[in-house]
């Protein structure tokens, strides 16, 4: 339960909060200027954990709890901000690009990150080893946030800077993006479903500890890396919604090989494919469709409106995994019922699959 309130609780506080972005950015008019303070507070996520500890212990799932829910908050609207400043930054031709050598960037740091605090927490003596860990984090994002405050917009959209950003409500009446809010949100929660499920999987039924965990962690990131290398050239040739599609359906064999594996060592394919398929299809596929269907001069309504649908996505995917998993149905049935989720999201994505596998099933069949 507390698992599940860990990976929904927060996205629930980032929906409400995105609200209040347009009201925040009109306030300081610079959209670099408005991010300081909520890419700061929201970078507490890093720092709040290191106290826990220092409660009665009774109090400590809860203070966990709270330290990944109340960043979410400022979260919200640095998120928003953060879209407007790629979208008036960067040119579109070379968005794709920068997304994956983003992604790239993040799998290979987070990566080697994980490989070290994990042979770390190992070594030192618990709970000087969690504390110093995130103490540590907390230091290396307050160095993002001095490079995230260093971006300069080259050429700023004049309705996103000077005027009132397009009302949230006339977002939705966009036939372009209500197609994509609903593939965000449905790859999203099939995706989130089983999130808070595969680490008590691994643990209760397979052993798994946390030198495990890091190991598991480190092959998903560096997967994760190697497609955003090759997410570019896949995306030129076969298409945005497709590569989308297609890296759900991985995302679903990685769910089924975690459910039947007989051990740790097979649940480490797993790995691979799901850090290359998520990176893929969500890190840079559903984000560049948001791009691509969202107009430059009302990126803060449309960005607002984005981010809540992910918010909720995010929200309700992991408490229907641990509903599950508390209403007492057996964990390797989660992990299926989750990768089911995960398989019938990609027609949802791309309805093509479907007419092109029954013509590859007619192709196959035999000649009269």
């Known amino acids: 339960a507390d698992l599940g309130w860990i ?3 927060p996205a629930l506080f980032l929906l409400v909060s995105a609200s209040f972005a347009s009201w925040w950015s009109r306030r300081f008019g610079d959209p670099v200027r408005s991010m300081f303070l909520p890419g700061l507070g929201m970078r507490l996520l890093f720092l709040l954990p290191a106290f826990a500890p220092l409660l009665p212990i009774q109090w400590q799932p809860l203070w966990l709890i709270l330290s990944v829910s109340l960043p979410a908050i400022p979260q919200g609207i640095a998120s928003v901000t953060f879209l407007g400043i790629i979208r ?20 290979l740091t987070i990566a080697v990150a994980a490989l070290a605090f994990g042979v770390w ?53 966009s036939r372009r993006f209500q ?5 965000a949100a449905g790859v999203h929660i099939a995706f989130f479903t089983i999130v808070p499920v595969t680490p008590l999987f691994l643990v209760n039924r397979l052993g798994a500890d946390e ?6 962690a480190l092959l998903e990131l560096g997967a994760g890396a190697t497609a955003s290398i090759l997410a570019p050239r ?3 040739r076969i298409g945005t919604r497709t590569m989308v599609a297609l890296s759900m359906i991985g995302t679903a ?13 097979v649940a480490l394919i797993a790995a691979v494919i799901s850090g290359g398929s998520w990176t893929a299809g969500a890190g840079v596929g559903v984000f560049r469709l948001f791009v691509d269907n969202a107009p430059t001069g009302e990126i803060t309504g449309y960005s607002t409106a984005y981010n809540q649908v992910i918010g909720l996505s995010i929200f309700v995917g992991p408490m229907l995994g641990s509903m ?3 209403g007492g149905v057996d964990l390797v049935l989660v992990m299926i019922i989750g990768a089911l989720l995960r398989l019938l999201a990609a027609p949802l994505v791309d309805m093509s699959l479907i007419s092109r596998w029954r013509a590859a099933r007619r192709a196959l069949q035999p000649a009269h």
Request: proline share 8%.
């Open 234 to 236: 896949l995306n030129d």
């Open 253 to 265: 064999v990685a769910a089924l090989v975690i459910a039947f594996s007989p051990n740790l060592h």
């Open 88 to 107: 008036d930054s960067v040119e579109p031709s070379v968005m794709t690009r920068l997304l994956s050598l983003r992604q790239l960037a993040l799998n």
């Open 179 to 183: 197609r994509v809010a609903i593939i």
């Open 211 to 216: 030198g495990y965990m890091a190991l598991f």
């Open 121 to 173: 927490l190992e070594q030192a003596p618990f709970p000087l080893n969690y504390q110093v860990m995130f103490l540590v984090a907390f230091a290396f994002s307050l160095g993002s946030l001095w490079h995230c405050i260093r971006i300069r917009v080259v050429v700023p959209s004049e309705p996103t800077v000077m005027a009132a950003p397009t009302p949230v409500s006339n977002v939705w009446r």
């Open 324 to 326: 599950l998993a508390n």
């Open 7 to 9: 990976s929904s609780l």
